[in-house]
């Protein structure tokens, strides 16, 4: 059941994170670096929930 939940909880900041590079990328003077890094982020998340999965 933890395992459940922590793959609920990396989810939610997965998508939050999708939405806010989405936001980002929006706006006319958008800032490369800062939507790589956020990128990278939500690539980690992902690849923790799909390690997550796997162990279940």
Do not use: F, V
């Amino acid at each position: 059941m933890a395992t459940e939940a922590r793959i609920k909880e990396l989810d939610s900041r997965h998508s939050q994170l999708d939405a806010r590079i989405e936001e980002t990328r929006k706006h006319p003077s958008a800032d490369t670096l800062q939507l790589a890094t956020l990128k990278k982020q939500k690539l980690r998340l992902k690849e923790e929930i799909e390690r997550l999965r796997r162990l279940q």
